[in-house]
């Protein structure tokens, strides 16, 4: 079952998701070059102390594995769950953060590519065709649309550019848990799947490889590469579905919508 949210609901994650903005907009200020992911986690936490809210990826549980960084920070081919370490970020990185905040019980979820200076030219398009495959498929994320078309116009926008899409990471929804039904996969069929529902809230998140769409998992758990070395994208926005137009909890002013 895919939970709804009543409108006293949908406003805690209102709360949630703004809050999980506004940490991800300071955190993406800090990464430059020469600052470690260390010092941008650890800023991260400081944030969320201040704001009052825990982080909803500190400690969370796989098997017997549990995650060790406050956020995910993940640099060029890493394409999600990044753990923070000492290494620095270098001119010409692109850094993946994904921000989880829990507030009075319920989980604000978003994420951005930042580009560290001038990046490459096929790199900066990877990016761009990222958000905007987040913005085309938010747009029609509304009720009575089948949950395939979300997922298809993801992977419509990416193979349109030559890129292809991650398959075995998925966006989810979200609320109380941080991944509650349904899975949201980056590819799909038009027409199939479950129809969205106004009170649903969903973390629709684009994972875009400028190369093949084959991943790996490191040996320490977590940490997803690209199968080839190349450069991924990713971005996320937590969303209610309404009767009318689709609300984006987790916007930022720089959201591409079209």
Known sequence: MIPIKSAREADKMR?????????????????RPGITTKEVDEAAADFMQEAGVESAFLGYRLGHRMFPGNICISINDEVVHGIASQRRIQYSDIVKLDIGVIEEGWVGDTATTVPVGIVDERVD????????????????????TRLGDICAEIEDEARRNRFSVVREFVGHGVGRKLHEEPQIPNYGKRGTGPRLKAGMTLAIEPMINIGIAAVRLLDDGWTVRTADGLPSAHFEHTVLITKDD????????KTQLK
């Open 15 to 31: 709360q949630a998701c703004r809050t999980a903005s506004d940490i991800l907009d300071r955190v993406s200020e800090l990464v």
């Open 125 to 144: 398009l990877l990016l761009r065709v990222t958000e905007k495959a987040l913005g085309r498929a938010i747009q029609i994320a509304r009720e009575g």
């Open 246 to 253: 689709p609300e984006i909890l987790t916007w930022r002013g």
